[in-house]
């Protein structure tokens, strides 16, 4: 029997810039390419972002294939014109995107190629897949004991938009990634009473740019480095680009930095936190172990009373149901295998999106778009023989 799966179109799960990026990619090489997104538009995950939110890295260096990002969007561009970016990007390349489809499981399809089963009991048969659901699907709040009890309000940061509902309120913001840090700012600057910060890790800290040279620049150049050679570069850059601020409880960190971006979390661009620690505006605090009633409980066993307690405990990947059963993850949950591999035991499955790179997300979804599209064209070229 003839095998017709690259008659098929190839599937990309989720309408944001990974999705996006590989669609176009696709497009561009003669592959019919069908977005599902499972919300009302494109580029859902950043309309929700926080309203001062902008990229870290630089607009140059953070555009998809095929279209530059806009000059006046500046240098460090606002989320409302990353949003603004997608949504013409999807135009620009006349993507064909389904919006309101949710893919809520991947199997082999009988005749070969991926079986989707989708909202409303659609069953899509694809040639291939690509899974650009997002490194930051689910929000994750951590199951601290007592936390059923605290009457105050608990908020993972996915939910928090600007300052304004705590003006005048004493909050406390749980971790110390990009996000947390940038929130605690934001607080301060928008009337918080009081801002303390938690800290489990204590981050690295560098500055976003430094003489006009940003620090993602950096980052691409180090990035095929031995590790142990860039955590020694990386300390001697932190120490002269951040003060020591152990006195007031943010000490140097102990770890090297890019053993921890192989961890998966990737330094910390300052956009204000080491000023507002530094005056005493925000108060690092030792890490949250549990809640008491209207008390926090801190690792050095401080007890807190936030009236509000604002989560940037990060993401979880929530792969498990759409492909757990195709072994095709790590112990993590992570794919195995990302952008242009295929996991072993899953030919034609693609994932990108899912790692946190140094050299900034956008660019290595735009790179990794690219690689797929080249593996998807060639494996649609190997098949058309066949069919003939």
């Known amino acids: 029997m003839a095998n ?20 176009a990619a696709l497009r ?23 309203d001062r939110l902008r990229l870290h890295t630089t607009r140059r260096l953070s555009g998809l294939p095929g279209l530059a990002m806009p000059r006046s969007f500046g240098r460090w561009v606002s989320r409302d014109n990353v949003v603004r970016y997608l949504e013409r990007y999807a135009e620009f390349h006349e993507l064909e995107v389904v919006t309101g489809v949710e893919v809520s499981r991947i199997d082999p399809a009988p005749g070969g190629g991926w079986l989707l089963h989708a909202t409303g009991g659609r069953e899509l048969t694809g040639s291939a897949v690509v899974v650009a659901t997002g490194y930051n699907h689910t929000p994750h709040v951590p199951e601290w004991p007592g936390r059923d009890t605290y009457p105050g309000e608990l908020a993972h940061a996915a939910y928090y938009r600007n300052p304004r509902p705590y003006e005048g309120k004493d909050v406390l913001v749980v971790g ?12 301060v600057e928008g009337g918080a009473s009081r801002v303390r910060l938690a800290v489990r890790t204590v981050p690295h800290i560098v500055r976003r740019s430094t003489a006009g040279w940003p620090a993602q620049a950096t980052g691409i150049l180090v990035r095929r480095l031995p590790v142990r050679l860039v955590d020694r570069a990386g300390d001697l850059m932190c120490r002269i680009a951040a ?8 000490p140097r960190p102990t770890t090297g930095l890019y053993s921890r971006v192989k961890e998966g979390a990737i330094p910390v661009q300052d956009v204000g936190l080491l000023g507002a620690v530094k005056r005493g505006a925000v108060q690092p605090v030792a890490a949250v172990e549990s809640f008491d009633g209207d008390k926090v409980v801190l690792a050095d066993g401080t007890r807190i009373s936030p009236q509000a307690v604002i989560a940037a405990t990060g993401y979880r990947r929530a792969l498990d149901g759409l492909v757990g059963h195709l072994g095709v993850l ?9 952008g242009a591999r295929t996991p072993p035991k899953a030919p034609g499955l693609y994932f990108t ?22 593996s998807i064209a060639a494996a649609h070229r190997a098949a058309r023989p066949a069919s003939a």
Not at 176 to 187: F, R, S
């Open 353 to 374: 999106g899912f790692t946190n790179p140094i050299s900034g997300m956008l660019r290595e979804l735009a790179i990794d778009a690219r690689k797929i599209a080249k």
């Open 4 to 23: 017709t799966t690259h008659d098929h179109p190839v599937y990309v799960i989720g309408g944001g810039p990974g999705g996006l990026a590989a669609a």
């Open 176 to 187: 110390t990634g990009n996000t947390g840090a940038e929130i605690a700012v934001d607080l």
């Open 243 to 250: 003060p020591d601020l152990s006195a007031r409880g943010l």
């Open 330 to 338: 790590d112990g993590r949950g992570h794919p195995v295998a990302h």
């Open 28 to 50: 561009e090489r003669g592959v019919r390419v069908v977005v599902l997104e499972k919300s009302g538009s494109v580029g859902a995950s950043w309309r929700g972002h926080y």
